[in-house]
């Protein structure tokens, strides 16, 4: 029982250590694509405001399959509560595909309502923005225990990745449909 333990902790570490450069390097992407203007005039041969349509898109696929997800493990149906996530992980992987594609080619759009509007849309994309940060991590460390059936850890994370991704997947799509009068 001794060796079952320590070999738990150990692939626990792995765990760890996989969902701190899987951070690094997501997030360390994001940040480099955010403070500049894209590469070249943007001129790729087709329109590039279709990529965001396409990450909202992504988004919401992502919100369909975590809210299956949940609907599943709720109801103890661990294989296709499994499958869920593995569509949300598809489509989140694809959202961040267009979204780097797009912050690469692009320079960014800013928003140009005004008044009270405005300020939702800012604290819409503040809140998004920080737990959009802090869900790639807790969304990592979730999977690869839940694919490990380290059980008691995945469901004390899951806790928290389960609403904060909800979240960030959610307000992905009301920021692009606040901000895509201006592209």
Known sequence: MRHYEENQQANDKTNVWIAVILTIVVNGLVTVLFFMDGFGDGDVGFDLTILPMMNAIFNSFTTVFLLGALFFILRKNVTMHRRFIYAAFTSTGLFLITYVT??????????GGSGWLAGVYYFILITHIILAIVIVPLAVLSFLR??????TKHRKIARWTM?????????????????SPYY
Do not use: C, D, N, R
């Open 163 to 179: 609403p904060l991704w909800l979240y960030v997947s959610i307000t992905g799509v009301l920021v692009y449909i606040m901000i």
């Open 102 to 111: 797009y912050h690469g080619l692009a320079e960014s759009t800013t928003y």
């Open 146 to 151: 839940g694919i490990k059936f380290q059980i």
